[in-house]
């Protein structure tokens, strides 16, 4: 079946530093991706995606690609804020299945 | 308003008591969800429905019983809860299901004493 890895967490980080989140996957035929995020107290937001092989997802000045021959999709991002704190799902949809989302990775951004 | 909404935001009940967890879906979408996240485990998909028809129960035990009267609503109702139900409950929707992107409610936190 389906599956998304990502790194355990939590990831500490100081102000301005890089961020780098592994996700990779298992999966037949050919998924969408997603990275979606989770602010304290509240649900998931979509952050990113991307629909096909050597797509690059970008928002908010982060940004991942699609890498069918590594199956991953990393999320980075050049300088993280205090605001970026969060826990960070990856996620993958197949057509005519349903959506996998990985474990998550907590995220602290430290002033 | 927009979005996806879910009331209420925290709920705390009784081993014993009857409860509802209401969602709504201010998108177009046809298809809806209902998500346990717990801490330390993954999401857990618990139901989808999709054009009001429930398309998927991931084995979810019969104390929790879902409603979908329309494309934009969806409920669950809860009875004689256990401790190991509190959890946080999202909705979500999207276009259809088993394709698109998915659309989050900013859940209820529910606590079972």
């Known amino acids: 079946g389906n599956s998304v890895t990502q790194m355990e967490g939590p990831v500490t980080l100081s102000e301005e530093a890089f961020l780098t989140i592994n996700c990779t996957y298992t999966?037949?035929?050919?998924?969408?991706l997603f990275w979606y995020v989770q602010y304290p107290g509240e649900g998931l937001q979509l952050l990113l995606k991307?629909?096909?092989?050597?797509d690059k997802g970008s928002n908010k000045g982060f940004e991942a690609t699609y890498r069918k021959e590594t199956t991953s999709f990393h999320l980075e991002k050049g300088s993280v804020q205090v605001s970026d704190s969060a826990v960070y799902f990856c996620?993958?949809?197949?057509?005519?299945?349903?959506?996998?989302f990985g474990p998550g990775t907590r995220l602290s951004v430290l002033p | 308003e927009t979005g996806v909404t879910q009331t209420p935001r925290h709920l705390v009940m009784g081993m014993t008591n009857k409860k509802s967890l209401k969602c709504e879906q201010h998108?177009?979408?046809?298809?809806m969800y209902w998500y346990k996240q717990s801490a330390k485990k993954p999401l857990e998909l618990m139901f989808v429905?999709?054009?009001?028809?429930?398309?998927e129960n991931n084995s979810v035990p019969s104390r929790f019983s879902p409603e979908c009267p329309n494309s934009s609503h969806l409920f669950l109702h809860l009875h004689t809860l256990q401790p190991e139900d509190s959890a946080l409950y999202l909705c979500?929707?999207?276009?259809?299901?088993?394709?698109?992107?998915?659309?989050f409610g900013p859940g209820t936190r529910l606590t079972v004493t």
């Open positions: 996620a993958l949809v197949n057509y005519g299945q349903n959506f996998v």
């Open positions: 999966a037949t035929g050919y998924p969408s």
């Open positions: 979500a929707s999207s276009v259809r299901d088993q394709a698109e992107e998915q659309y």
């Open positions: 429905y999709n054009f009001k028809e429930q398309t």
């Open positions: 991307a629909t096909k092989a050597d």
């Open positions: 998108l177009g979408h046809n298809a």
